[in-house]
Antibody, heavy 121, light 108 residues
Framework: EVQLLESGGGLVQPGGSLRLSCAAS????????MSWVRQAPGKGLEWVSG????????YFADSVKGRFTISRDNSKNTLYLQMNSLRAEDTAVYYC??????????????WGQGTLVTVSS | EIVLTQSPGTLSLSPGERATLSCRAS???????LTWYQQRPGQAPRLLIY???SRATGIPDRFSGSGSGTDFTLTISRLEPEDFAVYYC?????????FGGGTKVEIK
């Protein structure tokens, strides 16, 4: 059974940093593209960042480019999102999502339950 | 960036009725790389349809997707109580990946 378990969310002040983790199991993690998708309270879904199966290629939404970095440790089956210079508008539930494809970006066939990030003073 | 516009914003229907949801793209979605998700309150999104018309594993056949180019449709043939939720479309034909704003299907 595929499982994605996010952690690391919490309350942070504007300008602060936070690192999210996503522990994956039930599939060959190193074979798949992975992404982070967020959802602000009461709002829709926004793709944030993606990473190739090897970790060699990374992709970001314009709204987070230069502030967020994505990485993965295939030996630990774990995906990360380092978030710096956080703003109030980054407040959201952050989901880890598994891509259906092994290269490029497609749609997401498995999602974690999400971790809430609140940026507020 | 491809902008996806979903309509209507809210659909009020009764169990057993047919639901038709629209997703319109600001430019053509290549290879019909269009996906539909269902999101129930307090839950993560669930993949329903990919490639515009292919049902994901375990999705009941009352859900169907159609369309190409800029106009796509999700149809739920007979609404079951568990189908009342928010539905999102997403395109993966070009970068960045984008989602529509969602359609809420509520009980009338």
């Amino acid at each position: 059974e595929v499982q994605l378990l996010e952690s690391g969310g919490g309350l942070v002040q504007p300008g602060g940093s936070l690192r999210l983790s996503c522990a994956a199991s039930g599939f060959t993690f190193s074979s798949y593209v992975m992404s982070w998708v967020r959802q602000a309270p009461g709002k829709g879904l926004e793709w944030v960042s993606g990473i190739s199966s090897s970790g060699g290629s990374t992709y970001f939404a314009d709204s987070v480019k230069g502030r967020f970095t994505i990485s993965r440790d295939n030996s630990k089956n774990t995906l990360y999102l380092q978030m710096n210079s956080l703003r109030a508008e980054d407040t959201a539930v952050y989901y880890c999502a598994k891509d259906r494809w092994t290269s490029g970006h497609s749609s997401f066939d498995y999602w974690g339950q999400g971790t809430l990030v609140t940026v507020s003073s | 960036e491809i902008v996806l516009t979903q309509s209507p914003g809210t659909l009020s229907l009764s169990p057993g009725e047919r639901a038709t949801l629209s997703c319109r793209a600001s430019q053509s979605v290549s290879s019909s790389y269009l996906t539909w998700y269902q999101q129930r309150p307090g839950q993560a999104p669930r993949l329903l349809i990919y490639g515009a018309s292919s049902r994901a594993t375990g999705i009941p056949d009352r859900f169907s997707g159609s369309g190409s180019g800029t106009d796509f449709t999700l149809t739920i043939s007979r609404l079951e109580p568990e189908d009342f939720a928010v539905y999102y479309c997403q395109q993966y034909g070009s970068s960045p990946l984008t989602f529509g704003g969602g359609t809420k299907v509520e009980i009338k």
